[in-house]
């Protein structure tokens, strides 16, 4: 024998969520989007700034060993002059001027190596002509130089005038007799 069972169900179990409640979850799921995509966003302007300036500084690192490696006299030749790099720092052989709209360059970098002897604190100069490689005056001995870096194929780009570039400086200094 079968005996039905009675099962009374309670207003509870009928209840579903009201459409002030369903408004509130919906407008706090959206507000968590929202942040969590505007946290990605700059997280990623932060990661391309990181990348651009780490890869500015290899360069950088990567021509004042140029320098280093060559004698003491040949290092005012660098003066002025301008290398390209791809947009992983590597340098793009063979360009001297500005490259034609082929060949892809996402940095250029210019190399400025200053004339006169570098002042040093705390010694006390003497009076008397400029030194110089020339042979006029004492010999100088030590050298600033300053790596200005663009990034983007800015072909009429000026580092004089324009200040959309990053600088990289240090001092060379002979270390041997003359």
Not at 18 to 25: A, D, H, K, N
Not at 63 to 68: K, R
Not at 161 to 174: A, P, V
Request: hydrophobic share 35%; proline share 6%.
């Amino acid at each position: 024998m079968v005996v039905p069972v009675n099962v009374s169900r309670s207003s509870a179990c009928n209840r579903a969520f009201t459409l002030p409640e369903m408004t509130i979850s919906v407008a706090i799921v959206f507000v968590m989007v929202l942040v969590v995509w505007g946290v990605i966003g700059t997280s990623q302007i932060t990661m391309d700034i990181a990348v651009r300036k780490s890869t500015q500084a290899r360069i950088s690192q990567q021509l004042i060993s140029d320098i280093l490696l060559n004698n003491w006299s040949s290092v005012m030749s660098y003066n002025g002059s301008e290398h390209y790099f791809d947009s992983e720092g590597i340098r793009i052989p063979g360009l001297t001027g500005i490259p034609d709209d082929d060949v892809y360059w996402a940095y250029r970098a210019r190399i400025e190596v200053e004339r006169q002897q570098a002042a040093v604190p705390g010694v006390e100069e003497k009076p008397g002509k400029e030194g110089g490689d020339d042979g006029e005056g004492p010999p100088v001995m030590s050298r600033r130089v300053s790596i200005h870096i663009t990034n983007g194929p800015y072909p009429d780009y000026n580092f004089q005038t324009e200040r959309r570039h990053e600088t990289f400086s240090t001092w060379l200094s002979k270390m041997a007799k003359n």
